[in-house]
């Protein structure tokens, strides 16, 4: 199965990429049952990331282009709600979740950002939501956890201890897991962000265009 760059574009101003109606192709798993790329493509253009995350736009930097001698492109995920790409995911992931998972709620580890996206996710979706963090954490990030509603847990010197805890509270709760970047769904949803330059740049795509997040 092929497909056209032609599919991918549609008017500026529009989200989605592929409409309700269409029926999506059904395609073979890869290796090991992972999503073959095609899987990838059709999730990536039916992700549920827009219920709350926004298009965000890809800005030119002209001097630091003229500083380095290229044409360096910003890709604006600061602008995102939680200021981080990470909120694609997250959403992605838990918007995919049977009822009596959410209602079971949900749990992950992280210093910041996804924990912020997760968070807002389970807002969204109104599920239940632990986030552990490191001891460590400054106050700030896991304040603005709390404001979106989750249940913040301090554990650990490290994220690793973090997330060996958060993941044994997960399967002692019955709480899903949602990890920060290597689940199908997660990557999916990040996903967009690409789906969305494609469309935005004009011209080819080169190896100097950055995501601009607030980082942990």
């Not at 899987?39 to 800005?59: H, M, R």
């Not at 910041?112 to 109104?126: I, S």
Request: glycine share 8%; with cysteine.
């Amino acid at each position: 199965m092929r497909v056209t760059v032609e599919s991918l574009q549609y008017e500026s101003g529009y989200l989605g990429g592929i409409s309700e109606k269409t029926p999506l192709p059904v395609a073979d798993s890869g290796a090991n049952g992972a999503p073959s790329p095609m899987e990838y493509l059709t999730n990536i253009l039916s992700s549920k990331a827009y219920d709350v995350a926004i298009e965000s736009p890809l800005q030119f930097a002209p001097k630091l282009s003229q500083r380095l001698g290229v044409n360096l492109w910003l890709k604006r995920e600061d602008l995102q709600p939680v200021f981080s790409f990470k909120l694609r995911g997250a959403y992605n992931m838990m918007s995919k979740l049977l009822k009596e998972q959410l209602d079971q709620g949900v749990i992950c580890s992280s210093a910041g950002n996804h924990a912020q996206g997760v968070a807002l996710a389970a807002q969204k979706l109104g599920c239940d939501a632990v986030i552990v963090m490191p001891v460590t954490t400054p106050e700030i990030k896991w304040r603005s956890v709390q404001r979106l509603g989750a249940t913040v847990v301090l554990k650990g010197d490290s994220y690793d201890e973090a997330q060996l805890y958060a993941k044994q509270r997960a399967e002692s709760d019955g709480r899903t897991f949602i990890p920060p970047f290597d689940h199908p769904d997660i990557i999916m949803g990040q996903g967009t962000v690409g789906m969305e330059i494609v469309r935005q740049i004009k011209g080819p795509l080169m190896p100097y265009l950055y995501l601009l997040e607030v980082v942990d």
